[in-house]
Nanobody, 113 residues
Framework: VQLVESGGGLVPAGESLRLSCAASGGTFSSYAMMWYRQAPGKTRDFVGLITASGGGTTYAGSVKGRFTISRDNAKQTVYLQMNSLKPEDTAVYYC???????WGQGTQVTISS
C-alpha cells in the first residue's frame, strides 16, 4: 500500500486548505483512515479519523468545528478540509491507514499570522 498526501502550502491565518491522501494497493474501503500532524520539535498528534464506510468521524478538540474529514472510496482518497486556519495549525500533515503500518510521506502546511 502506498499513501501520497498533497495539497499543503503556505496560507494566511483565517484561510482554508484541503489536503488529499491517495491510496494505491490494498483494499482502501476496508480501513478507517486517520490524519495526524507533527509540528517542529513536537510529537505526532492525532487530528481526526473517518470510518471505513465514511459514516463516522472523530476529531481532536483543537480542530473540531474547523476541520472536516471525508473520503471517496471509489477514488481511494481521503480528504482533510481545513477552515479558519491558525498559526498553531502549522505542521507536517500525515495520513495513516488504521490498524496498519502504512503512512504517507507528509505534506507541509504553514499558516502565517
Amino acid at each position: 500500500v502506498q499513501l501520497v498526501e498533497s495539497g499543503g502550502g503556505l496560507v494566511p491565518a483565517g484561510e482554508s486548505l484541503r489536503l488529499s491522501c491517495a491510496a494505491s494497493g490494498g483494499t482502501f474501503s476496508s480501513y478507517a483512515m486517520m490524519w495526524y500532524r507533527q509540528a517542529p520539535g513536537k510529537t505526532r498528534d492525532f487530528v481526526g479519523l473517518i470510518t471505513a464506510s465514511g459514516g463516522g468521524t472523530t476529531y481532536a478538540g483543537s480542530v473540531k468545528g474547523r476541520f472536516t474529514i471525508s473520503r471517496d472510496n471509489a477514488k481511494q482518497t481521503v480528504y482533510l478540509q481545513m477552515n479558519s486556519l491558525k498559526p498553531e495549525d502549522t505542521a507536517v500533515y500525515y495520513c495513516h491507514m488504521g490498524g496498519t503500518s502504512y503512512w504517507g510521506q507528509g505534506t507541509q502546511v504553514t499558516i502565517s499570522s
